[in-house]
């Protein structure tokens, strides 16, 4: 069963994916040359650097989650089309989908990357990741029953209900962390009026803090979420847990009772049948020219977090952030309007712009320009240039107005239950 596209006189585009890549990609590719086809399996985007704050009620989950229909309404040759891909033939230059197969012409692939358990089953099984709005929406939920459940337990495992587990130091993991002591500190003591909030041990496990960053901004950072109560916890590794006694297992024996993990430890690119073994290097992340094309395939190229290409500065590859991501898909339809017009193509040079993290309120750190901004002024550069960032006016007003309510008010609406069961 094919896949039904309204047929055109244009070459076809597919794209797979929605994140930065794929709408940098579609934003910046003529619809006058290329017929535009977006396949992925949520019908909207999410702005990933804010979805940490969805777990505590700072932000709803709207403000920050775009539908694809209304991003590319504009766009007379674009279609979307709600499914999974199961499999690239670059051979027939067709994908297969669950909901039929349909050819391209050319293929640029932003899938993305997933979270990394390091194939361990039963901390997959167990951890919580934080990739996407709806696993932060269930971190929400557990944070909350949690809570509640610990109001009235009576078991030699108490403990556990108040102790939160972060597993890695990267951006992901200070945020969070930072998120929970002052989630801890304002927001629970009026919510839950009768816990005891020194109960509450907020640890956070990695060998290193914002290790992608300069070390000036990692000792800022580990120093601010000391101050902030965070538990830093440098030299173990979580190797298992323990469902019985709900206990978080470290290399050297030594345990914490929690039963929230929140494993933001790293990130695997995601799997696609059909993209050569001989193409796929390490992460799982599929190997590129200086093009972008796909090693080994046919007008196939990727970006973003499953692409990986190499220069002198980056002989590893890049990291895997959104302004990597946006830069390599602007290439990529940048080079394929030029080729339509008959023009030569432009090689990939990323321009490093910078990287940041907050870590709470009034905290955040800044590498930008071989300069390092930490405290105040980094967390106002952050909420600029986050603010700026966000899809859509009307977005930006209500993430604004949140930030100014909670910033005085620190009403964290963290009551509602949005959806019960496990992962």
């Excluded at 039904?4 to 709408?23: H, L, M, N, Q, W």
């Excluded at 509640?148 to 108040?162: I, P, Q």
């Excluded at 109560?229 to 847990?241: F, L, N, Q, S, T």
């Amino acid at each position: 069963m094919n896949l039904s596209i309204p047929e055109t006189d244009k070459k076809r585009v597919v794209v797979i994916g929605g994140g930065f890549a794929g709408i940098t990609f579609i934003n910046n590719i003529d619809e006058n040359l290329y017929q535009t086809v977006l396949i992925d399996q949520n019908n909207y985007h999410q702005f990933q650097p804010l979805i940490y704050q969805v777990t505590s009620s700072g932000l709803e989950a709207a403000s920050i989650c775009f539908p694809f229909r209304r991003l590319f309404h504009k766009k007379k040759d674009f279609h979307f089309r709600l499914t999974k891909v199961l499999s690239v033939d670059s051979q027939k230059k067709t994908i297969k989908t669950g909901l039929g197969t349909l050819s391209y012409d050319y293929l640029v692939i932003c899938a993305g990357a997933t979270t990394n358990f390091r194939g361990n089953k039963n901390i997959e099984k167990v951890g919580l990741p934080m990739k996407s709005v709806e696993e932060s929406i269930l971190i929400r939920n557990r944070m909350i029953e949690n809570i509640e459940a610990s109001l009235t337990a009576t078991d030699e495992n108490k403990d556990s209900y108040y102790n939160f587990v972060v597993v890695g130091g990267g951006a992901t993991g200070v945020e969070i962390s930072g998120l929970l002591s002052e989630m801890r500190r304002y927001v629970l003591p009026k919510n839950f009026k009768t816990i005891d909030i020194e109960k509450i041990h907020i640890y956070l496990i990695s060998s290193s803090i914002l290790a992608s960053m300069s070390e000036q901004a990692s000792k800022c950072a580990r120093r601010d979420l000391e101050k902030m109560g965070v538990e830093i916890i440098a030299g173990k590794r979580v190797v298992d847990y323990d469902e019985k006694t709900h206990s978080v297992i470290m290399d050297d024996g030594s345990t914490i009772k929690a039963r929230i993990l929140i494993w933001v430890s790293g990130v695997i690119a995601v799997t696609l049948d059909g993209v050569p073994e001989t193409s796929i290097g390490k992460g799982g992340r599929i190997m590129c020219n200086q093009y972008m094309e796909v090693s080994g395939m046919d007008s196939v190229f990727a970006a973003g977090d499953i692409a990986v290409t190499t220069e002198d500065a980056y002989p590893n590859g890049h990291p895997q952030m959104a302004q990597v991501a946006m830069q390599q898909a602007k290439l990529i339809a940048k080079n394929l309007n030029a080729v339509a017009k008959g023009k030569e193509r432009k090689t990939f040079k990323y321009v490093n712009l910078g990287s940041m993290a907050t870590i709470g309120r009034n905290k955040a750190v800044a590498d930008i320009g071989g300069m390092h901004f930490s405290g105040f002024i980094a967390w106002g550069m952050w909420m600029v240039i986050h603010l700026r960032s966000i899809l859509g006016v009307k977005n930006k007003i209500i993430v604004l107005f949140d930030w100014i309510i909670n910033y005085f008010n620190y009403i964290g609406s963290l009551r509602l239950l949005m959806f019960k069961g496990k992962r």
